[in-house]
């Protein structure tokens, strides 16, 4: 069964730093998309970056373009993303998500797009 737990959350002045993982079983990171997600209170769930699998390209949503960047270690099964300067509307409740098989992103991250979700980490960002 593919299964996907988050780690890393907490809370963080203005300006600090997170970095957010991802331990992914049941699905192999070297034919599966990744992508991150969150979501804040009353607010819908955004799209804030996916990885490919084949070339490792990854897009980012603007909001967080030159501050956050993904990766992954295949021998430890897990994907992370680094959050820097992190600022007070990145608090949120963060997902990572792998896309169905075979799927290949460009641009930002769909939510249709995946098939297998987290639990997800809480971000408060707060000073």
């Known amino acids: 069964q593919v299964q996907l737990v988050e780690s890393g959350g907490g809370s963080v002045q203005p300006g600090g730093s997170l970095r957010l993982s991802c331990v992914v079983s049941?699905?192999?990171?070297?034919?599966?998309?990744i992508g991150w997600f969150r979501q804040a209170p009353g607010k819908g769930r955004e799209g804030v970056s996916c990885?490919?699998?084949?070339?490792?390209?990854?897009y980012y949503d603007d909001s967080v373009k030159g501050r956050f960047s993904a990766s992954k270690d295949l021998g430890k099964k897990t994907v992370y993303l680094q959050m820097n300067d992190l600022k007070p509307e990145d608090a949120a409740n963060y997902f990572c998500?792998?896309?169905?098989?075979?799927?290949?992103?460009?641009?930002?991250?769909?939510?249709?797009?995946?098939?297998?979700w987290g639990q997800g980490t809480q971000v408060t960002v707060s000073s």
């Open positions: 998500a792998a896309a169905g098989s075979g799927y290949r992103c460009y641009g930002r991250p769909t939510e249709g797009a995946y098939d297998y």
């Open positions: 049941g699905i192999s990171l070297d034919y599966y998309a």
């Open positions: 990885t490919n699998s084949d070339d490792g390209s990854t």
